[in-house]
């Protein structure tokens, strides 16, 4: 049973869905456990239907999309001219629709980007989001009842999403290995039965306990793990997100370039925080090494088990596995560097 939803703190990126129903740690147990589902009601929800939906995703993303089965979901992202992540787009398609997970605060930019890339091609784009809700489910397997997206293999720690090599090399560079893995699937539903979806399941966990599990995992989302100069690169996008092998998309040169030729300027990595502080840090926070500024916060949680974790991303220069120091506005907070993407 679950006891009464909290909403979530100003300023989080999931306003409007449960943040915790008063005992976030046993949630993640649950979770974890596999016995608790999440409202994700608050995403967006975009369709894209016509013939040549498949053919037209596969120019503009970074992913390998021409040739997506029916029931098949991937992660595809949408950069700028530059590489720099505009875009976190899950997608599953069902045989005639192309159905896109994303951010709320991102859904009119996708669409009106998306509508404006038509030309005379045989597609439609729109916001279902008023019609149909998300919820997060930790099995990762397709449910037949329901559009399913299932988390990239490489995230959920079961394989790798083939994703090509280049002269650089395959996407196994980036990280060689995860501290965690993220199990789990995003379904969408008409909103009529939201209620009814949570209901199968024995348990309810807000968004604090699936951040949780994330930052655990260091899986990257857009909009936290992200800042308008991000290239996938630097967050291990490169793989569960980006083909090293398919033809051009916005954005592809700069992708092509920083694998063959050089290394990203930063790098995601995973902070061990001291758990006698009595706040977590804030997103934004600086991360300071040997007395330097080196990057900054991007999710901090606390975990079931690890005790307090945050993501962040750092200087590609920063020393591994190094006494690291967070500035907060409570004061500073000691940590750990645990690196997760090398590059």
């Known amino acids: 049973?679950?006891?009464?939803?909290?909403?979530?703190?100003?300023?989080?990126?999931?306003?409007?869905?449960?943040?915790?129903?008063?005992?976030?740690?046993?949630?993640?147990?649950?979770?974890?456990?596999?016995?608790?589902?999440?409202?994700?009601?608050?995403?967006g929800v975009v369709t894209i239907t016509g013939p040549d939906r498949l053919t037209w995703l596969h120019s503009l993303t970074t992913q390998h999309l021409e040739s997506l089965a029916p029931g098949e979901s991937s992660l595809?992202?949408?950069l700028s001219p530059h590489g720099h992540v505009e875009h976190e787009l899950h997608l599953v398609d069902d045989g005639e629709t192309t159905w896109v997970i994303t951010e709320s605060d991102a859904v009119a930019s996708l669409v009106d980007y998306l509508t404006s890339m038509q030309f005379m091609l045989r597609?439609?784009?729109?916001?279902r989001s008023a019609d149909f809700a998300v919820v997060w489910e930790p099995v990762r397997e397709v449910d037949p009842r329901v559009v399913t997206w299932l988390v990239p293999a490489d995230f959920a720690g079961v394989g790798q999403v083939e994703a090509g090599s280049d002269r650089g090399g395959d996407a196994a560079r980036y990280v060689p290995s995860r501290p965690g893995a993220l199990v789990g699937r995003e379904v969408i539903i008409h909103r009529e039965d939201l209620a009814d979806r949570l209901a199968e399941w024995p348990e309810r966990a807000g968004t604090w306990a699936l951040t949780a599990l994330r930052v655990a995992a260091a899986v990257p989302r857009v909009g936290l793990e992200t800042d308008h100069r991000t290239l996938p690169h630097e967050v291990g996008w490169i793989g569960p997100g980006v083909h090293l092998a398919k033809g051009c998309y916005r954005g592809q040169e700069a992708v092509a370039r920083v694998h063959n030729l050089g290394h990203p300027p930063r790098r995601l990595v995973l902070l061990h925080l001291d758990?006698?502080?009595?706040?977590?840090?804030n997103h934004g926070d600086v991360v300071v090494v040997?007395?330097?500024?080196?990057?900054?916060?991007a999710t901090a949680?606390?975990?079931?088990?690890?005790?307090?974790?945050?993501t962040a991303v750092v200087k590609r220069s920063t020393p591994e596995d190094v006494p690291a120091v967070v500035r907060t506005p409570g004061g500073e907070v000691a940590a750990t560097v645990i690196p997760v993407v090398r590059g």
Do not use: C, K, N, Y
């Open 1 to 43: 049973m679950s006891g009464t939803p909290v909403p979530p703190p100003e300023g989080s990126q999931d306003q409007g869905v449960p943040w915790h129903f008063g005992d976030p740690l046993r949630e993640q147990r649950a979770l974890d456990a596999g016995s608790a589902a999440v409202d994700l009601s608050s995403r």
């Open 76 to 78: 595809a992202l949408l």
């Open 123 to 127: 597609v439609e784009v729109a916001d």
């Open 275 to 281: 758990g006698s502080a009595d706040d977590l840090p």
């Open 290 to 297: 040997d007395g330097r500024e080196v990057g900054w916060i």
């Open 301 to 310: 949680a606390w975990h079931f088990e690890e005790g307090p974790l945050a």
